[in-house]
């Protein structure tokens, strides 16, 4: 098993484009997460979602739209990139709501 | 959500026990408590969680105290390979498994 994948693993943007995140897990969980993480600081939720099809508000939505059409992946997107979404951004999915499995994280830069 | 309270550092020699504390003095009688912890620039790996009962796995212990309002995860043989940040989380069972990290505690194991 791969476990939990994240594509791209690194990407330069400029302010105003658009791009989107993939998250791909062969673990047939019901639930997956999106996750940023700012330096010297820890990961805040930005989207999840329970089950294919659906999707829920975390912490910090703004900026950010996700879909989960198949139940293996999760993608989050950036219509407008701006510089304050420099992050590592981490997907994570879980059977139930206990352990959450991370993927290795995606590096992103907005300038 | 209760909050949690952990030292923002720890050092600990290899070999010896790392004992990791936690305040969640607000936590109610359904919430979880959960540890992860995350190696530098890795995703966060789940470690251990636990309601009432002292829990027990091949990574860690975690000890809770009766009143729940504080808990301790204990690394029984650390290794240099388990320097890293711990996050203790609260969590409710039917919150979706929305983790709110705080800002953990840096390990450091010396040899």
């Known amino acids: 098993n791969a476990g939990v994948t994240q594509t791209p693993k690194f990407r330069v943007l400029k302010t105003g484009q658009s791009m989107t995140l993939l998250c791909a897990q062969d673990m047939n969980h019901e639930y997956m997460y999106w996750y940023r993480q700012d330096p010297g600081m820890g990961l805040r939720l930005i989207h999840y979602?329970?089950?294919?099809?659906?999707?829920a508000k975390g912490e910090v939505p703004d900026g950010y739209n996700v879909s989960r059409l198949k139940k293996q992946n999760f993608l989050l997107g950036l219509e407008s990139a701006a510089p304050s979404q420099t992050s590592v951004y981490f997907c994570?999915?879980?059977?139930?709501?206990?352990?959450?499995?991370f993927g290795p994280g995606t590096r992103l830069t907005v300038t | 959500d209760a909050k949690t309270t952990q030292p923002t550092s720890m050092d600990c020699a290899e070999g010896r026990a790392a004992n990791l504390p936690c305040n969640h003095s607000?936590?109610?009688?359904?919430?979880?408590v959960y540890w992860y912890r995350q190696i530098h620039s890795q995703g966060p790996q789940y470690i251990i969680h636990?309601?009432?009962n002292n829990e027990t796995n091949e990574m860690a212990s975690l000890i809770i105290t009766e009143d729940r309002k504080s808990s301790t995860l204990i690394l029984p043989h650390a290794t240099l390979r388990d320097t890293a940040v711990y996050y203790c989380i609260v969590l409710l069972y039917n919150q979706g498994g929305k983790l709110i990290f705080g800002q953990g505690t840096e390990l450091s194991v010396k040899p």
């Open positions: 636990g309601l009432k």
């Open positions: 994570a999915s879980s059977p139930a709501v206990y352990e959450q499995y």
């Open positions: 979602s329970v089950g294919e099809g659906t999707t």
């Open positions: 607000t936590i109610s009688g359904n919430e979880y």
